[in-house]
């Protein structure tokens, strides 16, 4: 069975420029959520998806946002990139048929923002 | 709101010496979930405590949930070259309602562990 796949691996941006990240989740898993690691913040949730909609959000600007295409594929934007958006971005799939199930994560996309 | 704090935040240890680590949280859990990040790469799930004073064990490591079900520990027997990277307990953060919020565990800040041969 596949893992989680995130694409692309690594992004190099500007600010004032947006990017998009991609995930696809391991087949079958039907929430997927975003979470952004720094080395100061750690792991801060994004917001998680099921069924092609937001269930939780966590604590960023209105910047992030994301969406969930109905074959549980993900994206998530940041529009507007600034310096502190440098960081990895992690996607998570569970099969979310409960509330406390253990996360899947891909190896994350790396954003570098200059 | 919910915090998970984890300490120690670094631990450096001689191959085979023991580690733990410990994590308290601020609101009593669920379940409590332990993940490890090697360096360079993601968090993979590790194990899952349900229930009050729980104890289970995956070869060298012990795994402990709390009577409160507040705190945790993670303790590694006889460490190995293997056993570096970084330990994150997490659990289910609950949303204003007081219910478990789907698919959002909060993080502690991690152990990172380095073992010298």
């Known amino acids: 069975k596949a893992g989680v796949t995130q694409t692309p691996r690594y992004l190099i941006k500007t600010r004032g420029q947006q990017v998009t990240l991609s995930c696809s989740p391991i087949?079958?898993?039907?929430?997927v959520s975003w979470y952004q690691q720094t080395p100061g913040q750690g792991l801060q949730f994004l917001f998680e998806?099921?069924?092609?909609?937001?269930?939780n959000k966590g604590n960023f600007p209105g910047r992030f946002s994301g969406r969930q295409f109905s074959n549980s594929r993900s994206e998530m934007n940041v529009s507007t990139l600034e310096l502190g958006d440098s960081a990895l971005y992690l996607c998570?799939?569970?099969?979310?048929?409960?509330?406390?199930?253990?996360?899947?994560f891909g190896s994350g996309t790396q954003l570098s923002v200059l | 709101g919910q915090q998970v704090m984890q300490i120690p935040q670094y631990q450096h240890v001689q191959e085979g010496e023991d580690f733990t680590t410990y994590c308290n949280s601020s609101?009593?859990?669920?379940?409590i979930q332990w993940y490890k990040q090697r360096p360079g790469g993601h968090p993979v799930f590790l194990i899952q405590?349900?229930?009050?004073?729980e104890v289970k064990k995956q070869k060298r490591l012990t795994f402990q949930f709390g009577e409160a079900k507040k705190n945790s520990s993670l303790h590694i027997t006889a460490t190995q070259t293997t056993d570096v990277g970084t330990y994150f307990c997490?659990?289910?953060?609950?949303?204003?309602?007081?219910?478990?919020?789907?698919?959002?565990?909060?993080f502690g800040q991690g152990t990172i562990l380095t073992v010298h041969p």
């Open positions: 609101t009593t859990l669920s379940n």
């Open positions: 405590l349900v229930k009050s004073g």
């Open positions: 087949s079958g898993h039907r929430s």
């Open positions: 998570a799939s569970s099969l979310s048929i409960l509330s406390n199930e253990k996360l899947f």
């Open positions: 998806y099921f069924s092609e909609t937001q269930r």
């Open positions: 997490a659990g289910p953060t609950r949303n204003d309602a007081g219910g478990t919020s789907y698919g959002k565990l909060t």
